[in-house]
Structures are given as structure tokens and as C-alpha cells.
């Protein structure tokens, strides 16, 4: 038995009642009172370390950190906000464009809810296209609404968009496109294009026909694939499957040598993020079955998929374009959260054969923000908290942020994922309001920190210039001469 059991004085514990202190067993037996005289000699020897510890603990608190209460948090978050307003912004994940683009995703959303903070109706928009545009109304109805497209209705090209990047503070921007449009700037936007398709060249009725979500999902990665096709000059899947992995090389090389300075996958729109690791040879083998026609099943198909991805996450590392990887809820009505739980890849992520790729896991994980900081690490794994302050309240991304800043504040990258959800909602305004919720949320995150003593305002702004610039500046190759043509 645990001598907490024995000790005198003790109150509440397992098997006594409270507020009593229980009772000494008799002693019946000179073994007895040998084991007892033992017995109380030990009860000494743990009410003395007890002491010590008791006496020793408050100043081994106060070395740590200490409790914020009575700490002027607002005095330091605004001496934090004027110095987090003026750091330029490294933005690592956004789709830029127009709504009537096409080429701004390879694919689209389709019908379903929309999340509280990303309707039309939040109140946060009319402030964005005030501080944008200088709109005028307090409504976006129909007749206010068309004021606002006239203001990107001549598009006068890469001056719009740098003009929208330097109202936000943004100094970069990565623009995850099909391609890049003569209205963005190569300087400013840097291309992140899309490899999904690779993993979906046979007949695809079985994810089709899965649910109105796929219906939409699928038939646009089988443009995207015949689209590199058609770049690659193929009227056909190639014979062998040692062509068809040819085929995607040239595809990637190709598309670094036109700006591309990483590779992206939303496959978690389209199936599990949990990859097994087939022989080549059992890939090899669907590919000849199934390349001219008839239907996997989805055994076979998922077989094929996992071998392709690893493929191209290898070929990722050795063409040193980082893997971004959509690894969050959220998008139609069909997503599935166990599907796409970030912890699925942890095989990937903790394989050594990729220690030379690097993996930027877009969205955070959330809902899975506090096991996915522990995927980072690994020294080639990064999170961005892309979507996440879109989709939240600065009062709950704070707690995000703070929870990453406490354990690897040199792995998390901001990310706005601007987009055209609507006419209404660009890309404009959705950097708007990301760039704005990030730094009010990290300011009061590094506040917090500060007044509990965890760090140094100096510190505290170090970690600040990493999240919002520095670290992604590092991760992405720097711009060459003579990229970026269309």
C-alpha cells in the first residue's frame, strides 16, 4: 500500500472518509510492531522531504512563469499591434483572382452551408470594401452591390492587384492557381499548382456517383489531367507506367522552370489522407489493367493513389518544391472529418526516405490544431493557419496561435486563403479580413504570453516577424530571372 494511505493527519484520500483521518490498525503482533516501527520511521522520512518540497515549490514557480492576473493586458497588446501593424506580410497560402476565373482552383465548391463569418451577411465585409474600396453603403443590396463590381470591372491589370496587396500590408502572396494570368504580378504572386490529378486517370464513376460533392470534385481533376495531357503533347495515357510516372516528372519540371515553386494537394476533398505504401509493382500493374478503360475498385484504385503520391512527394524533395497539403474540415456538405484528420499522414510525415521534402500542412489541421503542431517536429514539416482566421473570431484563433506559439513558434506560417467565394466576397476582401483577424489575434496571443511571464516583448516580436514573413521567406526559393512566363 502507498504510505499516502498511512499518513496521520490525512484527509480525503482513496478509502477514508472526508474530513476524517483514518484509523491506525491495531497492533496485535511484536512483527507487527517491528513492520510499524519501520513504518513510522518512513512517515518521517516523507513528511520531512514533503517539507522541503512544499517549501522549495514557490520558488520553483516563480522561476517559471507566473500568472497573468493582475497584468495590464491591453497596455501590452497595443504596444504589441502598432509594432505587428507594420511588419510586411509573407502571405503562404491564397487563390488571387476574379470570380468569373476559372483558373483560380483546380477546382470549386459547390452547394452547401456556408460557416457564420463567411456569409454575406457578416458585417466584417462591408469594413473590408469601406477600407478597399471607400464603398459608400451600409448594405450590399442589389443596387449598392453593383457600385462595388464597378470597381473591378476594367481590370486594369497588375496594378489592381499589388494596389490590393499593399492596402493589406502583404508583401508576397502565393497564388495556388491552375495557371498564372497576365493581371497578377510574378514579383508579388508566386506560384503554388496543383498535382491531384495525377492520382485520378482511370474511370472515376465510383467517386462520381459517392455524392453530390464528388459529382463536382472529380470531373474538374479530370480536366486538370487531360489539360497536362495536352501541355505534355498526349493524346492518350501513355503504355507503360513507367511513362505515365515520366509523364508526371516532366509535368513538375515543367512547371518549375514557368515560376511554380511548389507543388499542392487537396485530396483531402476526395478521399483519406491515410497512405499506404504499395510496391511499385502492384501500382504497375493497375495502371496496365485499367489505362484504356474499365472500372477499379476501390481496392485497386486506392492502391494505385498511394503509390502515385509518394511518388510525387519524392519528386517534390527533388526538385525542392515544397508539398502543401489541405489538411482541414470544411468545403461541401460531404467532407469527411475522419477521412481527412491530419493525423492520418503521420506515416508520411515521419517516414525518413522524406526527410528531404518538405511539407507545409495548409489549414492547420483544424479541427485537429493541437495535435498538429506536434507533426512539426520534424524539422521538414510546417503548419499554416490558413482558412482558420476566416472561419474564426479572433477570440478563439487567438487560442489556436498562442497554443503554436507555446511549442514550436519557428514551424507556423501565416496563410489568409483568400478566394472569390462570391461577386461579393473576393479574394480582396477575404486578405482583408485575414491579414486583420491574424494580427489582432497574434498580438493578443504574444500579449498573454508576455504577461504570464513565458517570454520577453523582444522575444515576443521575434516570434511575430517569423510567423508572419520570416519563416515562409526562408521555406520557398527565392524569385530567379526570367520565371513566371504565361
Same mark, same amino acid.
Given at each position: /500500500? %502507498?504510505?499516502?494511505?498511512?499518513?496521520? +493527519?490525512?484527509?480525503? +484520500?482513496?478509502?477514508?472518509?472526508? +474530513?476524517?483521518?483514518?484509523?491506525?490498525?491495531?497492533?496485535?503482533? !511484536?512483527?507487527?510492531?517491528?513492520?510499524?516501527?519501520?513504518?513510522?520511521?518512513?512517515?518521517?522520512?516523507?513528511s520531512a522531504l514533503l517539507g522541503?518540497? &512544499?517549501? #522549495? &515549490?514557490?520558488?520553483? #514557480?516563480?522561476?517559471?512563469?507566473?500568472?497573468?492576473?493582475?497584468?495590464?493586458?491591453?497596455?501590452?497588446?497595443?504596444?504589441?499591434?502598432?509594432?505587428?501593424?507594420?511588419?510586411?506580410?509573407?502571405d503562404d497560402h491564397a487563390h488571387p483572382g476574379f470570380s468569373d476565373d476559372p483558373n483560380v482552383d483546380a477546382m470549386t465548391s459547390p452547394p452547401g452551408s456556408s460557416p457564420l463569418r463567411l456569409r454575406e451577411t457578416n458585417p466584417e465585409f462591408l469594413q473590408a470594401a469601406r477600407a478597399l474600396f471607400h464603398y459608400p453603403y451600409s448594405d450590399f443590396s442589389p443596387a449598392h452591390e453593383a457600385w462595388l463590381l464597378r470597381q473591378t470591372a476594367d481590370r486594369p491589370g497588375i496594378a489592381y492587384w499589388d494596389r490590393i496587396l499593399d492596402q493589406c500590408g502583404i508583401e508576397t502572396s502565393l497564388a495556388n492557381r491552375v495557371d498564372m494570368p497576365?493581371? &497578377?504580378?510574378?514579383?508579388?504572386?508566386?506560384?503554388?499548382?496543383?498535382?491531384? %490529378?495525377? =492520382?485520378f486517370p482511370f474511370d472515376n464513376r465510383s467517386f462520381i456517383n459517392r455524392n453530390p460533392d464528388e459529382a463536382v470534385y472529380i470531373p474538374l481533376q479530370e480536366k486538370m489531367l487531360?489539360?497536362?495531357? *495536352?501541355?505534355?503533347? #498526349? @493524346?492518350?495515357?501513355?503504355?507503360?507506367?513507367?511513362?505515365?510516372?515520366?509523364?508526371?516528372? *516532366?509535368?513538375?519540371?515543367?512547371?518549375?522552370?514557368?515560376?511554380?515553386?511548389a507543388i499542392k494537394f487537396e485530396i483531402a476533398y476526395f478521399r483519406s489522407l491515410n497512405f499506404s505504401d504499395p510496391p511499385r509493382a502492384a501500382a504497375a500493374a493497375i495502371y496496365v489493367r485499367y489505362r484504356h478503360g474499365g472500372l477499379p475498385d476501390p481496392a485497386e484504385y486506392k492502391t494505385f493513389q498511394d503509390y502515385v503520391f509518394r511518388y510525387l512527394i519524392r519528386e517534390g524533395g527533388r526538385l525542392h518544391l515544397p508539398v502543401n497539403i489541405h489538411?482541414?474540415?470544411?468545403?461541401?456538405?460531404?467532407?469527411? &472529418? *475522419?477521412? !481527412?484528420?491530419? $493525423?492520418? =499522414?503521420?506515416?508520411?510525415?515521419?517516414?525518413?526516405?522524406? =526527410?528531404h521534402t518538405t511539407f507545409v500542412l495548409l489549414h492547420g489541421g483544424y479541427p485537429y490544431d493541437r495535435q498538429a503542431i506536434w507533426l512539426t517536429a520534424m524539422r521538414n514539416v510546417y503548419l499554416d493557419s490558413s482558412e482558420i482566421e476566416l472561419l474564426l473570431y479572433p477570440s478563439e484563433f487567438t487560442r489556436i496561435l498562442k497554443d503554436w506559439l507555446e511549442i514550436y513558434p519557428d514551424k507556423v506560417m501565416f496563410g489568409s486563403d483568400?478566394?472569390?467565394?462570391?461577386?461579393?466576397?473576393?479574394?480582396?476582401?477575404?486578405?482583408? $479580413? @485575414?491579414?486583420?483577424?491574424?494580427?489582432? %489575434? #497574434?498580438?493578443?496571443?504574444?500579449?498573454?504570453?508576455?504577461?504570464?511571464?513565458?517570454?520577453?516583448?523582444?522575444?515576443? =516580436?521575434? /516570434?511575430?516577424?517569423?510567423? $508572419?514573413h520570416d519563416t515562409a521567406a526562408r521555406l520557398y526559393s527565392p524569385i530567379r530571372e526570367g520565371v513566371g512566363s504565361r
Open positions: /500500500m %502507498s504510505p499516502w494511505y498511512d499518513w496521520p +493527519g490525512t484527509v480525503g +484520500g482513496r478509502g477514508a472518509r472526508p +474530513g476524517r483521518t483514518p484509523p491506525v490498525p491495531a497492533v496485535r503482533t !511484536s512483527g507487527n510492531r517491528q513492520r510499524l516501527s519501520k513504518a513510522s520511521s518512513l512517515r518521517c522520512l516523507y522541503i518540497a &512544499l517549501v #522549495l &515549490l514557490p520558488v520553483r #514557480l516563480c522561476a517559471q512563469a507566473r500568472p497573468s492576473r493582475g497584468t495590464d493586458l491591453q497596455a501590452i497588446y497595443q504596444a504589441l499591434i502598432g509594432k505587428i501593424d507594420g511588419i510586411p506580410i509573407f497576365d493581371y &497578377l504580378d510574378p514579383k508579388r504572386f508566386r506560384w503554388v499548382f496543383f498535382v491531384d %490529378s495525377f =492520382l487531360h489539360r497536362y495531357m *495536352q501541355q505534355a503533347a #498526349l @493524346g492518350r495515357l501513355p503504355d507503360t507506367f513507367s511513362d505515365y510516372l515520366t509523364f508526371i516528372t *516532366q509535368i513538375l519540371e515543367r512547371n518549375k522552370r514557368r515560376g511554380g515553386i489538411t482541414a474540415a470544411v468545403g461541401g456538405d460531404y467532407f469527411s &472529418l *475522419q477521412k !481527412s484528420n491530419i $493525423l492520418n =499522414l503521420e506515416n508520411i510525415l515521419r517516414d525518413p526516405r522524406y =526527410l483568400a478566394y472569390p467565394y462570391s461577386k461579393i466576397i473576393g479574394a480582396e476582401e477575404g486578405y482583408w $479580413l @485575414g491579414v486583420r483577424s491574424a494580427r489582432q %489575434s #497574434l498580438a493578443w496571443a504574444l500579449a498573454q504570453m508576455i504577461g504570464d511571464h513565458e517570454i520577453t516583448e523582444a522575444e515576443a =516580436l521575434e /516570434m511575430a516577424h517569423s510567423y $508572419l
